[in-house]
């Protein structure tokens, strides 16, 4: 469930981690930049330097570049920089609507590790990413999540 705060966006999931559920609360700058997660394992942070409004634009500029750093429990514990790039619009159905997105890849690079690459499903209109498909190094797919419904409360 996704819920507009003073903070921003936020998101209450479960998931499943090797057959283990898990609650995660997420808070979101922008749709398309998750700025707190807090799950059982803790609280990790990511702050912008770049003005994450800049993202409202990415369809006119083409991508959006940002350095961020990784906090965890209130302590920086890696930098670095992440990427979005605009692929194309389209429109998506769920349900009875239609709606305006853009699928939009996304790159985060910390220092010392691997690249984390998602492709997302973003539609502007209603602020609102439909859909996230994590990517392995080569981005074939690697899991997803994928909104099958969408209702005002």
């Known amino acids: 469930m996704q819920t507009q705060t003073p903070n921003g966006l936020t998101e209450a999931r479960v998931t499943q981690r090797d057959g283990v559920p898990l609650s995660v609360s997420s808070t979101y700058a922008h749709p398309m930049a998750v700025t707190q997660r807090v799950s059982n394992s803790g609280t990790l942070t990511l702050d912008y330097d770049a003005d ?3 993202i409202d634009r990415i369809n006119h500029t083409m991508t959006w570049t940002s350095a961020v750093t990784l906090g965890s429990n209130e302590r920086s514990i890696n930098t670095g920089i992440v990427t979005i790039t605009y692929l194309r619009s389209d429109t998506i ?3 009875t609507c239609t709606y305006d997105i853009w ?3 996304e790159n985060m690079v910390l220092n010392g590790r691997d690249p984390i690459m998602a492709e997302k499903t973003y539609a502007p209109d209603l602020g609102l990413v439909l859909s996230s498909i994590s990517l392995n190094p080569d981005r074939s797919p690697r899991s ?3 909104f099958d419904e969408i209702a005002a409360e």
């Open 144 to 146: 997803g999540v994928f």
């Open 103 to 105: 699928i939009l890849h």
């Open 52 to 54: 994450v409004s800049g």
């Open 93 to 95: 159905q769920i349900g």
